[in-house]
Nanobody, 115 residues
């Protein structure tokens, strides 16, 4: 049974930083491409960062240069370091496999960027 548990969100001022974590279980983590997605109110869910089993990252243009994705194979955890946060980064952030796993989504973690 796939389980994805996100954490680390919160309220931060513009220009601030947060580090999100996602612990994955029930998947062969070391062989899977992992992604961080986000969904803002009234908008579709979008992929913002992905990392392959070799550690190669890829980012959406909107976060490039500000976000860094990484993974820890021993902890079955994928991270998203978010710097220089902007109000438009406000969303619920989720992690998942790429392609999406059949077990669905975790509960996500809310990130709110506001002064």
């Amino acid at each position: 049974q796939v389980q994805l548990v996100e954490s680390g969100g919160g309220l931060v001022q513009p220009g601030g930083s947060l580090r999100l974590s996602c612990v994955a279980s029930g998947i062969t983590f070391r062989f899977r491409v992992m992604g961080w997605y986000r969904q803002a109110p009234g908008k579709p869910r979008e992929l913002v960062a992905r990392i392959d089993p070799s550690g190669n990252p890829n980012y959406a243009d909107s976060v490039k240069g500000r976000f860094t994705i990484s993974r820890d194979f021993d902890m079955n955890t994928v991270y998203l370091q978010m710097n220089a946060l902007k109000p438009e980064d406000t969303a619920i952030y989720y992690c998942n496999t790429i392609p999406l796993n059949s077990g669905g989504w975790g509960q996500g973690t809310q990130v709110t960027v506001s002064s």
